[in-house]
């Protein structure tokens, strides 16, 4: 006798959301009934088109530009969808939404939650120079990153690390913890356990000034930040007279740096690009500008 297939809601727009689909539709036991999604994004620098990989696979897919709450809940309702999966969703679900399916709503949130709730998890872990985070799925509920946790895997960040890799990873452990959820999700208990709301913190929600550079700023904080913004997001700045340049990648300068120069000092020029003073002293340190973006030629002993 054939059992029959599990529905499943989806709902995402990001590159995360492409790979816990993915990961959905390979699952013969799990039949996905639906699929919202946005027709363009600028919001998030890693948008991806999923509508293509849905239909593909033959699923329907519905637009939030054209589907308010009543519609995505009566979808729900329609479809008969078991649970939600929300990967890559920046968009809040009222209690409407995340009543229906029996076994609720699954979220995402690359950190080690209870810790780290908020905006922006990976540009934070990567600015404060953090050598950790996590890749957490867990239960949807109405506050922000706050519901019962499912999987939790911790991921290391190196030196090396930039936006890109660290993302890379978590993205590398979402198929096998989608796996996971659904391996319980067929023995009828998920086995979600209460975030210990007594240990949260919260990121807050980055804005521009944050991206921009303070040669005042140690050597190590420029290079984390720059780190933390490169591709897919939008970049660090800093400015040069009245303009604004682009850092895509640089480098911590190791050796003597003059305790005498400036912060934005530019100490040397080579073919590798220039080194710029940080910090104050010689404890400050220098970076070297190995990719950037409409920043115009420098000499030494200009001035950023």
């Given at each position: 006798m054939?059992?029959?297939?599990?529905?499943?809601?989806?709902?995402?727009?990001?590159q995360?959301?492409?790979?816990?689909?993915?990961?959905?539709?390979?699952?013969?036991?799990?039949?996905?009934?639906?699929?919202?999604?946005?027709?363009?994004?600028?919001?998030?620098?890693?948008?991806?088109?999923?509508?293509?990989?849905?239909?593909k696979?033959?699923?329907?897919?519905?637009?939030?530009?054209?589907?308010?709450?009543?519609?995505?809940?009566?979808?729900?309702?329609?479809?008969?969808?078991?649970?939600?999966?929300?990967?890559?969703?920046?968009?809040?679900?009222?209690?409407?939404?995340?009543?229906?399916?029996?076994?609720?709503?699954?979220?995402?949130?690359?950190?080690?939650?209870?810790?780290?709730?908020?905006?922006?998890?990976?540009?934070?872990?990567?600015?404060?120079?953090?050598?950790?985070t996590?890749?957490?799925?867990?239960?949807?509920?109405?506050?922000?990153?706050?519901?019962?946790?499912?999987?939790?895997?911790?991921?290391?960040?190196?030196?090396?690390?930039?936006?890109?890799?660290l993302y890379?990873?978590?993205?590398?452990?979402?198929?096998?913890?989608?796996?996971?959820?659904?391996?319980?999700?067929?023995?009828?208990?998920l086995?979600?356990?209460?975030?210990?709301?007594m240990?949260?913190?919260?990121?807050?929600?980055?804005?521009?000034?944050?991206?921009?550079?303070?040669?005042?700023?140690?050597?190590?904080?420029?290079?984390?930040?720059?780190?933390?913004?490169?591709?897919?997001?939008?970049?660090?700045?800093?400015?040069?007279?009245?303009?604004?340049?682009?850092?895509?990648?640089?480098?911590?300068?190791?050796?003597?740096?003059?305790?005498?120069?400036?912060?934005?000092?530019?100490?040397?020029?080579?073919?590798?690009?220039?080194?710029?003073?940080?910090?104050?002293?010689?404890?400050?340190?220098?970076?070297?500008?190995?990719?950037?973006?409409?920043?115009?030629?420098?000499?030494?002993?200009?001035?950023?």
């Amino acid at each position: 006798m054939t059992r029959v297939r599990i529905p499943v809601f989806f709902i995402g727009c990001v590159q995360s959301s492409a790979v816990a689909l993915t990961a959905l539709l390979a699952r013969p036991e799990i039949a996905v009934s639906g699929v919202l999604t946005l027709r363009s994004n600028t919001f998030n620098a890693d948008f991806v088109d999923i509508a293509e990989i849905a239909s593909k696979a033959g699923v329907p897919v519905y637009y939030a530009e054209e589907t308010d709450v009543q519609k995505l809940a009566s979808l729900l309702h329609e479809s008969g969808s078991e649970i939600v999966f929300t990967i890559g969703w920046s968009r809040l679900l009222g209690a409407e939404i995340l009543d229906i399916p029996r076994h609720g709503v699954v979220g995402f949130h690359p950190a080690a939650l209870p810790q780290n709730r908020g905006r922006h998890p990976l540009i934070w872990a990567l600015a404060l120079g953090l050598d950790q985070t996590a890749s957490t799925l867990f239960v949807m509920d109405e506050g922000a990153d706050s519901g019962p946790i499912l999987s939790q895997m911790r991921v290391s960040i190196t030196p090396q690390d930039d936006a890109q890799s660290l993302y890379d990873k978590v993205l590398a452990l979402l198929p096998g913890q989608i796996d996971s959820i659904l391996d319980r999700l067929m023995m009828g208990d998920l086995g979600a356990v209460p975030q210990d709301h007594m240990q949260a913190t919260a990121w807050r929600k980055r804005g521009a000034p944050d991206g921009q550079i303070d040669w005042r700023m140690s050597a190590e904080a420029v290079h984390n930040l720059t780190r933390a913004l490169t591709r897919p997001y939008i970049g660090a700045e800093f400015r040069h007279g009245t303009g604004l340049a682009k850092l895509w990648r640089c480098e911590v300068v190791a050796g003597d740096v003059p305790r005498d120069a400036e912060p934005g000092k530019v100490l040397a020029v080579d073919a590798r690009g220039p080194v710029i003073k940080t910090g104050m002293g010689a404890g400050g340190g220098a970076v070297r500008l190995l990719e950037t973006e409409n920043c115009p030629e420098l000499r030494k002993g200009d001035y950023l």
